[in-house]
């Protein structure tokens, strides 16, 4: 995977700087998701319609938004994955306003969700259907996931699309060491 560009807007020196990522030596570590495509080709159609980038998040060459790891966290047998970076949709002079924003995939009991700031509360906005894992060296990935609208997302999206919606596929990228850290994490918690 790589990345190209730079964001419009520019991110503030200490959320942007490879320096403030806790994984600063591997830039492909993060997910890849291009939303939905017939909501991508809408946005572009629109005379006003604008897609904007910052704090981070950039476009892949494929044409996917890609949102950098930021940190891994175990709750019990829960993993949260942070990720930096915001990606906005606008179009309709702001009528049409949609963000995705420090997302958030937390992975447990064989369901992962997909959440992001609105209005300043982290939401769910989807659901997504995890494949076996694959290994390649120190990275851990999963391709190709299957995603739908769940929680606040179709209200996200404006009332446009229904609940259980497919969106685009997204794929996740993180250090193969999280789930080291997991067993470690679960074990420290059992003896507290």
């Known amino acids: 995977m790589s ?25 492909d570590l993060g997910f890849a998701w291009s939303v939905k495509d017939s909501f991508l080709q809408y946005i572009r159609g629109m005379r006003d319609g604008d897609i904007g980038w910052n704090a981070g998040a950039a476009v892949t ?80 990935m999963w391709l190709n996931c299957a995603v739908r609208l769940s929680g606040v997302g179709p209200e996200h999206f404006g009332g446009s699309y229904a609940e259980g919606e497919q969106l685009a596929p997204l794929t996740v990228r993180i250090p193969t060491r999280s789930f080291a850290n997991a067993a470690t994490t679960t074990e420290s918690e059992k003896h507290d």
């Open 61 to 140: 060459s494929t044409g996917e938004f890609f949102f950098p790891l930021a940190g891994v966290a175990h709750v019990g047998e829960t993993m949260i994955l942070s990720f930096r970076g915001t990606v906005s949709f606008t179009a309709h002079h702001g009528l049409l306003s949609v963000s995705v924003s420090r997302p958030r995939i937390t992975v447990g009991d064989g369901l992962a969700r997909l959440t992001t700031e609105v209005g300043g509360v982290e939401q769910q906005i989807a659901a997504i259907d995890l494949p076996p894992r694959i290994h390649d060296g120190d990275v851990t």
């Open 3 to 27: 990345i190209e560009g730079t964001s419009r807007a520019s991110a503030p020196a200490d959320e942007g700087s490879p320096a403030a990522s806790p994984f600063p030596a591997r830039a």
